[in-house]
């Protein structure tokens, strides 16, 4: 089956370390990206990609970063300065000018 | 700046009845609404969409009603049942060198068995 994988589901975070959250898609999408949804909220955009080796910055970017090294996956690392790192963190994946699909999403809990 | 919001934070019905889920946007330049719904703990899952161009959209017990005049765009849910619990998001995009998707806030439907 198609669809876009997200890892870990649950991850902690000690104060000061970088993490990186996964995702894979095998839907053929050319566009993927990252989203924040804060508890109440809706969902922010950090980055997005549109095509491989290429992204950009979205709303809230700082204390992110990204890579596009294959079409299939666009891992987001969450650094040290993002000051308030604890959030649902979903990847999305589309076509051009279609829906997006999303992951079922990275809990992140800094300690 | 552009926004969606959305009227109702929650909103309960008793199962059977329709639910209508409201969201207002302001950007006049979107051409595309796109309605998701999300359970807890999980990413947001595709319901209907419509284009700028129509004023109605209907799909499987759901219909999406659009009102460019006043930048509305509604949710129907026909017959509610206890699986349709969960937060609906109203987003709208914009064309252009990247199709920007901006989301509202959600609202929270609440099925009354």
């Known amino acids: 089956d198609g669809g876009i994988t997200q890892s870990p589901k649950y991850l902690f975070r000690k104060e000061g370390q970088n993490v990186t959250l996964s995702c894979e898609q095998n839907?053929?999408?050319?566009?993927m990206y990252w989203y924040r949804q804060d508890p109440g909220q809706g969902l922010r955009l950090i980055y997005y990609?549109?095509?491989?080796?290429?992204?950009q910055k979205g709303d809230i970017a700082e204390g992110y970063s990204v890579s596009r090294e294959k079409k299939e996956s666009f891992p987001l690392t969450v650094t040290s300065a993002q000051k308030n790192p604890t959030a649902f963190y979903l990847c999305?994946?589309?076509?051009?000018?279609?829906?997006?699909?999303f992951g079922a999403g990275s809990r992140l809990t800094v300690l | 700046g552009e926004n969606v919001g959305l009227h109702l934070p929650t909103l309960s019905v008793q199962e059977g009845d329709n639910s209508i889920i409201n969201c207002a946007y302001s950007n006049s330049a979107s051409d595309y609404f796109i309605w998701y719904k999300q359970e807890s703990g999980k990413g947001p899952q595709f319901i209907i969409d419509i284009r700028s161009n129509m004023d109605k959209r209907q799909g499987q017990r759901v219909t999406v009603l659009l009102n460019k005049t006043v930048k509305h765009l509604s949710l129907q849910i026909a017959a509610t049942q206890p699986g349709d619990s969960a937060v609906y998001f109203c987003?709208?995009?914009?064309?252009?060198?990247?199709?920007?998707?901006?989301f509202g806030t959600g609202t929270k439907l609440q099925v009354i068995p």
């Open positions: 990609s549109q095509i491989v080796n290429d992204f």
């Open positions: 999305a994946s589309s076509l051009p000018r279609d829906v997006l699909t």
């Open positions: 987003a709208e995009r914009y064309s252009g060198g990247y199709q920007k998707v901006t």
């Open positions: 839907l053929n999408h050319d566009a």
